[in-house]
């Protein structure tokens, strides 16, 4: 399965509470990175761990993705 590019811009990340951003962290497959360009985070998860992650954290699909991002 391809790893998903998931990218939250830094207002976003500000937003998300403590435990979904932790919990992102534990599926991502590369530790997290800045996009200078875009003064975003980028997260590459598995599919099937970004939907489990949606169902038990809605808040995520609520944030803010930068315009060039997955999905």
Do not use: C, G
């Amino acid at each position: 399965m391809t790893p998903m590019r998931v990218v939250f811009t830094r207002t976003a990340v500000d937003q998300m509470t403590e435990y979904p951003f932790l919990a992102l962290h534990d599926v991502s497959i590369h530790p997290p990175t800045w996009d200078q360009n875009f003064d975003a985070l980028i997260f590459y998860v598995l599919e099937d761990s970004w939907i489990w992650l949606l169902l038990k954290h809605p808040e995520l699909a609520r944030l803010r993705w930068v315009p060039d991002s997955k999905p």
